[in-house]
């Protein structure tokens, strides 16, 4: 008898969700707008009514379920909550496991996002047949999973990898994150913080770009970089090498720890091809111990973006 | 039947080895300089004599021994073999492991020697009953031992755990580090780093201190600025703040890559007491994201100096 699994990516702003096989085939999906239920039990009973329907239109029953796997920003796996996410609606401790195991009548297992990318990796990404890797994604913020041995890295409180919040400034005058610290990566790599960096280079040259021309300059994104780099703008080349240097030369340190076989890199930044890979690879390679240096590949994903987290999260099941 | 190991903790200066029992007791031990012999089979020769020794002194046998361990800088646990040291007298690559097994007939295990002292926390010292701590040993280099879901962290070539080589300086100006990179945090840390700090705080200031008048003023140790420090020298007490910053807040990076349940520190230099460990404290506290503040306490390792090393190589046989 076929298995299957449902995965459900809880995000910031959206929730996608969908039924996947063994094969890592996507056959269904769908999405809510996460920002919409600020009451938690609200929110479970639109999702589970929505992951009801995918299972039915399948033809399927729950007694065809392997599991639900959900992947969502400061979720701990051992304990199936999200406790204390800066990003979401919802305060406080959140049993989303329980929440929706009891309206579904499968189990639930939850992880944190960027652990559930790492698992969707190594299931059926660039990650095959890897046993050391960390995965790293940007997005809203930097998130990481880290896989040593075969397995996620989840550390004596289920929270371990949260390398998106290692110091690139240690000066106490770095750029304040989300988290409440100054000087963390994410403030750097993350969507805000390219937008921060071209706003910030913009704001202290008077030289031409692009990107000055842009109707919402407040919100530039990484495809209006890349879209001006493409047509040889310096600014946006800028803006590019100066996130690049300082990623490439954290993830360094991040090879000093465990040691993996290769880093992959996963979200909206990476899509701006060589103008963002060829900085960060060129700190990375620099910021190496001798031992690592030329050793250790970064690629990006290979997963296509709209089926990446859900795969991922669906994989927690098997 | 009782069973015993022999632990051989090989360092830069001298090589110290012992017979442990089950029970951890360090029934005998002797040591051999290392650097007096270039020639790694000469030094093979000559350690494995003195193990024999000291197996005989007991009134044991071969048959006795349930192995050898042997910590070492630079060792990989996987291919048993030293590897490109940079502060022993044998260059490239040296199996350790096989020329000790086949002159003592008993199977030889070696690993890094801040892996063998994590193994020695966990069995022996600070970190019993721990499954997730990180042990950071402060001596000549800064090395580390990383244990995750209560296993050491090999990484993928066994070469995890280079702590010391994360840097507190990226700016390519920070100070010459051993491996050859710069700005990490060995290069602040260590004994020789003290040292460097020392000199430069000395020569950038006219501020009277009792550190000059040290005989071998270019070799000062930890133990000189604590001496100063307890007499109330504010300059020794600038040295350990300084050195204590850079190590906390690169500490509390660790924490979130790991999530460990605590850090453990070893070696010269946690014995200048609160001099050292209130900066180092201040600044991993004032670095970790709230999710952590407060909750990951920073110990000294309680294993005996002379014994904890020879008490880590053996317990790599249990």
Not at 282 to 294: D, I, R, T, V
Request: aromatic letters at 8%.
């Amino acid at each position: 008898m076929r298995q299957y699994a449902l995965g459900i990516d809880l995000g910031g702003t959206g929730t996608k969700f969908g039924l996947v096989d063994e094969d890592g085939q996507v056959l269904r999906s769908d999405s809510i707008p996460t920002q919409q239920y600020p009451d938690i039990v609200e929110y479970c009973d639109v999702l589970c009514a929505g992951l009801k329907r995918l299972v039915e239109a399948e033809g399927l029953t729950m007694g065809d379920l392997a599991g639900i796997g959900c992947g969502a920003p400061d979720a701990n796996f051992y304990t199936g909550c999200i406790e204390q996410a800066t990003n979401l609606p919802w305060k406080g401790v959140v049993p989303l496991a329980k929440l929706i195991s009891e309206r579904m009548g499968v189990k639930c297992t939850v992880t944190n996002d960027a652990n559930a990318a790492a698992q969707g990796e190594m299931i059926y990404g660039s990650a095959r047949g890897m046993k050391n890797f960390i995965v790293i994604t940007l997005g809203t913020g930097v998130g990481s999973g880290i896989v040593t041995d075969g397995k996620l890295l989840y550390g004596h409180d289920g929270f371990a990898g949260e390398l998106g919040h290692c110091k690139v400034d240690y000066s106490g005058n770095g750029r304040l994150c989300g988290c409440g610290q100054r000087g963390c990566i994410e403030a750097y790599a993350s969507a805000t913080g390219v937008a921060r960096t071209a706003m910030e280079i913009i704001t202290a040259t008077t030289q031409p770009t692009l990107l000055r021309q842009l109707p919402d300059i407040d919100h530039i994104t990484s495809k209006d970089v890349f879209n001006a780099a493409e047509q040889g703008d310096l600014v946006a080349k800028q803006i590019f090498d100066y996130t690049g240097h300082l990623l490439g030369m954290k993830m360094a340190d991040y090879v000093h720890f465990s040691s993996p076989e290769a880093i992959i890199l996963f979200g909206g930044l990476t899509k701006s091809g060589h103008w963002i890979m060829d900085p960060i690879r060129e700190a990375f390679e620099q910021n190496l111990m001798p031992l690592w240096k030329g050793k250790i590949p970064v690629y990006v994903s290979i997963l296509k973006d709209s089926d990446a987290a859900i795969l991922g999260a669906a994989s927690l099941v098997w």
